[in-house]
């Protein structure tokens, strides 16, 4: 009697391009709403909800895409990282060792860019100048809306994130003429979600190129895995 085995058969799977795919899609969800209004002045929670999750899906990807780089030099799958040395790999494996695998965490999303950066002798982001101001202001509104915490806006009274977020994109087409307040009625809008893609977008493409690796997000054809194709 022989025993043949079982095959396993293993997927590693890339949620950095689902989060991506998924912030591009409810943008455009919210953007059908406002083209398409009849032009009377009422919220709609249908947009509300697909505002912020563009802006929640836009920020995942941020950082699942930072943690796969890190996790994949922690298992040894090197994939797309090939054209980091084994000095840099294992820096970025040790580090992860001590603090994720370990269940701790003492680095914020941006900060995790930064060392990988500083672990390859490429040059860290500027905090002072774009693109890590916009992506900076971006996470510090997906904050806002996981930890919010509601007051009475209006007249002198507003969020104190609305003037940080002022002139940076178009208004909610929907609500953009009446009298409400400019945050949150205002400003969460189909602008809001094409600032916060292009704004991490463009700080995820600027790390990578100066990391020179193409990531998963870059090399996949999003629409055609999404079946829009």
Known sequence: MSNTGTLVIKKRSYFSTH????????????????????????FNLEHRVYVINSIFSTTAFLEAAI????????????????????PLLDKLAAIWEVTEQNNKNPFSVL????????????????KGQDPYQSANLVIKLRNFLTHY???????????????????????????EETGDPE?????LSKGCTDWSIKSIKSFADEFFERMEIEPNYQRV???KLAGKT
Do not use: T
């Not at 915490?149 to 609500?175: C, H, S, T, W």
């Not at 945050?183 to 400003?187: A, S």
């Open 149 to 175: 915490k509601p007051m009475f806006v209006g007249g002198d009274q507003k969020y104190r994130i609305e003037d940080k977020l002022r002139g940076k994109f178009a208004l909610n087409k929907i609500l």
């Open 111 to 126: 900060e995790k860019y930064q060392i990988a950066l500083n672990f390859a002798a490429k040059d860290e982001f500027d």
């Open 221 to 223: 054809d999003m629409d």
């Open 183 to 187: 945050f949150p009625d205002k400003m």
């Open 67 to 86: 943690n796969e780089i890190f996790q994949d030099a922690h298992d040894g799958h090197h994939g797309y990282l090939e054209n980091l040395d084994k």
């Open 19 to 42: 989060h991506l795919w998924a912030a591009e899609h409810f943008s455009k969800l919210a953007g059908d709403i406002e083209d398409n209004h009849d032009g009377r002045p009422v």
